[in-house]
């Protein structure tokens, strides 16, 4: 069983930048794909990024390349999200997500879900 808690959300102008993190309680974490997901109201639930167990390939929702940069510290066990230039539809509640068999799991079921940090961007 592992764990996930968020943390880093709130209000930030367009433009801005917030930084979210997710820390797991798991003694096997580095076995783990992890990444973001994120539901705006009256949507659906969407991939935002994920990186793979060592830290070395990062995939992104086109939605959020170059804008979001996804990275993990296998010793605190801990996956974080940096968003820079921040739109209006970036909105949503944002979920940390852990999956066991890489990234085609990872991205349609991960194994486990964290509860969500809210994030706000005002125009």
């Known amino acids: 069983q592992v764990q996930l808690v968020e943390s880093g959300g709130g209000l930030v102008r367009a433009g801005g930048s917030l930084r979210l993190s997710c820390a797991a309680s798991?003694?096997?974490?580095?076995?783990?794909?992890m990444g973001w997901f994120r539901q705006a109201p009256g949507k659906e639930r969407e991939f935002v990024a994920a990186?793979?167990?060592?830290?070395?390939?990062?995939e992104y929702a086109d939605s959020v390349k170059g804008r979001f940069t996804i990275s993990r510290d296998n010793d605190k066990k801990t996956v974080y999200l940096q968003m820079d230039s921040m739109k209006s539809e970036d909105t949503a509640v944002y979920y940390c997500?852990?999956?066991?068999?890489?990234?085609?799991?990872?991205?349609?079921?991960?194994?486990?879900w964290g509860r969500g940090t809210q994030v706000t961007v005002s125009s």
């Open positions: 798991t003694r096997t974490f580095s076995d783990y794909y």
């Open positions: 990186i793979n167990w060592s830290g070395s390939r990062p």
């Open positions: 997500a852990a999956g066991s068999l890489g990234i085609v799991q990872f991205t349609s079921s991960p194994d486990y």
